[in-house]
């Protein structure tokens, strides 16, 4: 029983010192789960003597309201486009000038002067992709470029098709699949909206995260998703393509800021720094299978990904890709009202 | 002359009272620390103005969070009527929490009964054997109920090469295979309890009973059953309220399509950014919970008083 | 004729227990057969190989969230099941006094709250402690852990004192045995398989939890199920089986150990 004791006080002493070993040379990185490549970790800690520690979250939800509540240890966020004008309105990021580093010049034009962070005062890429469609063209092979495909799915589809579970994006596509534009306020609009999801709905199997293993071996026929996600399946399975909502399709993209309680932010600006060479903007991809949008990247590129479809939005598509803002509270409210209705 | 004990008796009675609140001062802090206290602060939210991006604004009231628990505007011409939406999600989470509790009890009784029956060397290897599969993370027993139960998993398969079935049955993604992923899930939580009071049962009563003529079935239920009652209320208490508040076993083998509870809360303090409304609706389901609660303790004392009458 | 009446039996209960190991079973067979795929999916049988463990064990982020859960789940079952058995002892066969029920409703509240509602809570409250001490390690997800853990202690503890004749407790109190004598020689070897049950309940809901954790971690301080909630985003490989594996055998081991000590002693 002495012993017992003794052994559980050294434990716990042991455990409370764990939490004050806060030495120099650290860098916290909170980003999503997964999405980290540990080679590139490894490739940092090793050029800068700095020890590495990544957090995951898995949604911008919880990232900012851990954030903004204070007490969370972290220097590196990664939020998506359309979160980080909340963050740098709530006071949350550091100012960090990443357009007068050194590698700044890596960053391709198109991601310099973006809506959510003009002339990247704040942030820089990490990486970048869009929801589309993912047909198992041995099922149905009719026109794969609209949203259709899970709004009025063809009778082959029916009671197999995954819809990612991510309320923007459902509502993003079906606004626009009935002619709206994103944030609107027209009642009549969102009343076929809530209709239209309600009817669908019925006709999908899930709403779900596993599309890279059930894609593939045909428990889904189709999914609207993330194009990542999709060129795996593909690659698992050749049957599987890739169709570009004409109607319109979100993209996102995800960026690097340093917060503003950041205890190591000279570290983290070495890490914004780093991320933006070439070769490590690759490590990136080869990861999490999504481009960067750094310039020069691709011939360090696994093979698969140089020149696969999936990555590259067609010039003639390029308009229907968009970004999505922010809306204000009361539409965001009417959303989340309609989405709850959708799933009751 | 008769005070003297009387007065002895008290302090007694008095220090024992003492002792028992010291005793269970650590649990107590602990708890009001980290569990209750806190949710002084959710009752406190529910009644604020909800925040533009989650949180609430601090100091400035609103019954909007409340109202909006049970009310909504219509969308379209801002009439007012029964929020059917939360409350038809309401009665599909206790509706599965009862179905799921009634289904560990019917599996779980008779396991932690053949348990309790088994030579006193043996029982603890049974007992380990139960806890064995609790060992793995409750998110990766939901993936391998997934497996079980897709439509080339084990069942389907199975069933298939019985002849019972010509086609898969979806199951995946229905509510039966939240059912079976929760019972799964909290199943142990049923048959520990359950196993602590029939290991001691004096099965001298039972033999009691079939002295005197009593059935197998009269002697589950009049004399069993009885003594066995604080586990089988613990037993239930323990797998009903998870399972009410469950998050993942939804998400995951319901398909994400429907909501339960637990995801609509979630929500709430998620992607919806409505926190007040979230913390009105915990608070709603705390209230259920409690009046459920309510009706076992009285059920199980006023049986109880019989049982060991 | 002179069959043996067993008074224990009861029809059908066997088969049902049976089938109740294999339901228990079955899926965990099946997550560790996946464990040893070849191939990259969960579903399609493609070979014998231990590439998964190998990518496993190469995972530091892995190994140090795996790590976290043990000593978290360690630490708060433990205090957990010494402050529940404690309270089992002060709210059990008394008379009622006052502030009995408020002790069992106090106990049994972290049951009657949605995890998810305890989980915004406290992020609200200990961000605060957080940036007021200064302090932002494991002990915040201890305290939080052993909170919830206590009712779960709690209720086969008091299960099994509900049940516990008190003949042998007042025999040894006429044999003039001091309290702390009866209670450590009588009271506690009785009480142990409720004690037991208790704290592994208490560890497993520990080890489980994920929505608290999720809410209350710093900087750093991913357990098992909050990284494998991260991952859900992504793509699931046989290498989440691998970690399961590894840790089912870790978990096993534990309570193996724990098991046979426990005998030897008695």
Known sequence: ?344 | MAREPELAARQAHRAEIRSRWLLSAPALIIIFVAAVGPLFVMLAYSVMVRGDYGDVRFGEFSSEGWFNVFFQRDIFDDTITYADAHLSIFWRSIRLSLITTVSTLILGFPTAYFIATRPRHTREVWVFLITIPFWTNLLIRTFAMQEVIRNEGVVNTLLQALGVIDQPIQILYTDWAILFGMVYVYLPLMVLPLYASMERLDFRLVEAGYDLYAGRFAVLRRIILPLVKPGLVAGSILVFIPSLGAYVTPRVLGGGKNMMLGNLIELQFGAGRNWPLGAALSITLMVIVMVALLFYVRNASRSGATGHG | MARYFDVKRQTGFATIAIVTFVLLYLPIAILVIYAFNEGESLANWEGFSLRWFVAAANNDAVKQAAWRSLVIAAFAATFATIAATMAALATTRTRRYRGLTFKYAMINQPLMVPEIVTAVALLIVFSQVKVWTGYSGLGYLILAHTAFCIPFAYLPVRARLENMDLALESAAADLYATPWKTFRRITLPLLQPGIVAGFMLAFVISLDDVVITEFVKSGGQDTLPTYMLGQLRRVITPEVNAIATLFLALSVLIVTAFFFINRQKA
């Not at chain 1, 929801?131 to 949203?147: A, H």
């Not at chain 1, 189709?222 to 049957?239: C, E, F, H, K, T």
């Not at chain 1, 004409?246 to 991320?275: Q, Y």
């Not at chain 1, 690759?282 to 020069?296: D, W």
């Open chain 1, 1 to 344: 029983m002495k012993h017992m004791w003794k052994a559980v006080v050294a434990a716990a002493a042991l455990a409370a010192s764990a939490g004050l070993a806060e030495a120099a040379g650290e860098l916290n990185i909170y980003n999503w789960g997964d999405y980290t490549n540990p080679e590139l970790l490894k490739k940092f800690e090793a050029e800068h003597g700095v020890k590495v520690t990544v957090t995951d979250y898995d949604s911008n939800d919880t990232a900012l309201a851990k954030v903004r509540a204070g007490g969370h240890g972290f220097d590196i966020v990664v939020p998506s486009a359309n979160y980080i004008p909340i963050w740098v309105k709530e006071g949350l990021l550091l100012e960090a000038r990443p357009d007068q580093m050194e590698n700044f010049k890596n960053v391709d034009k198109r991601w310099v002067d973006v809506p959510w962070d003009p002339g990247r005062h704040y942030s820089v890429p990490w990486q970048w992709g869009f929801s589309g469609i993912g047909v198992n063209t041995s099922v149905y092979d009719g026109d794969i470029n609209t949203s259709a495909i899970f709004l009025d799915p063809p009778a082959e589809l029916v009671n197999k098709i995954n819809v990612e579970p991510e309320m923007t994006d459902v509502m993003f596509a079906t606004i626009k699949y009935l002619g709206g534009d994103w944030c609107t306020e027209d009642r009549e609009l969102l009343k076929k909206v809530r209709d239209k999801l309600v009817e669908a709905k019925t006709k999908w199997l899930a709403m779900d995260y596993s599309v890279t293993e059930k894609l593939p071996r045909g428990d889904y026929s189709a999914v609207y998703y993330w194009n990542g996600a999709i060129m795996r399946s593909r690659l698992a399975n050749p049957d599987i393509k890739f169709g570009f909502p004409k109607e319109g399709f979100p993209i996102f993209m995800d960026s690097v800021a340093i917060l503003k309680d950041a205890k190591n932010p000279e570290n983290a600006k070495l890490f914004m720094n780093f991320i933006m060479d070439p070769e490590n903007a690759a490590l990136i991809s080869a990861h999490a299978k999504y481009a960067n949008g750094i310039a020069g990247s691709e011939q360090y590129m696994p093979p698969e990904m140089k020149d696969a479809p999936e990555l590259v939005i067609p010039a003639e598509y390029e308009d229907a890709g968009e970004f999505l803002e922010q809306c204000s509270p009361e539409v965001s409210q009417l959303y989340t009202r309609i989405w709850t209705e959708v799933s009751k």
